[in-house]
């Protein structure tokens, strides 16, 4: 079974940043995506970023809009873990983080929270004014 936990989330103040891990386990697709995505209280998920592997090497990284270049998937993370580095955080990008996980490697569906068949419990993230 896919395992997904996050962990790293915090209260931070503006400006500020943070180093969320997924920890998986049971991921032994040859291809496969993991994606984050957030939530605020009574706000929809929201795709955040995304990366794709095939054979065990990266293949296709996407991030949202409002968070390109200021969020990345550091590439020195240990292999069970995978690590989203956010920088220059933001009041609005409060919420729950979760990953996410699925097979295969469509790009064209990797923004969708509907798209990915397991998914973690989630990471406060809190950016304090």
């Known amino acids: 079974q896919v395992q997904l936990v996050e962990s790293g989330g915090g209260l931070v103040q503006t400006g500020g940043s943070l180093r969320l891990s997924c920890a998986h386990s049971?991921?032994?697709?040859?291809?496969?995506?993991i994606g984050w995505f957030r939530q605020a209280p009574g706000k929809e998920r929201e795709f955040v970023a995304f990366?794709?592997?095939?054979?065990?090497?990266?293949?296709?990284?996407d991030y949202a809009d409002s968070v390109k270049g200021r969020f990345t998937f550091p590439r020195d993370n240990p292999k069970n873990t995978v690590w989203l580095q956010m920088e220059s955080l933001k009041p609005e990008d409060t919420g729950v983080y979760f990953c996410?996980?699925?097979?295969?490697?469509?790009?064209?569906?990797?923004?969708?929270?509907?798209?990915?068949?397991?998914w973690g419990q989630g990471t406060q993230v809190t950016v304090s004014s």
């Open positions: 996410a996980a699925r097979g295969g490697l469509d790009v064209a569906i990797s923004t969708s929270p509907s798209s990915y068949s397991y």
């Open positions: 049971g991921v032994y697709f040859n291809t496969y995506t």
């Open positions: 990366r794709s592997w095939s054979g065990g090497s990266p293949l296709t990284t």
